[in-house]
């Protein structure tokens, strides 16, 4: 599971940089609870999410 992984990462004592391309909507944290605990995981262990673009999906 991502979260061990995450944990596991955090033990190391070294500075990480995780690189991801996420399609996660964080503005609606209150109505989707995987990315509500991605996120709580992610702060819980240390790290800080920095989004540098963020682009809209045409339909």
Known sequence: MYSNIITKLHNY????II???Q???YLK??????TQHLLDTLITNGFLLTITKSIPLQP
């Open 23 to 25: 399609n996660f909507d």
């Open 13 to 16: 004592k070294h500075d990480i």
């Open 29 to 34: 944290l209150d109505r989707h609870k995987n």
């Open 19 to 21: 690189g991801t391309d």
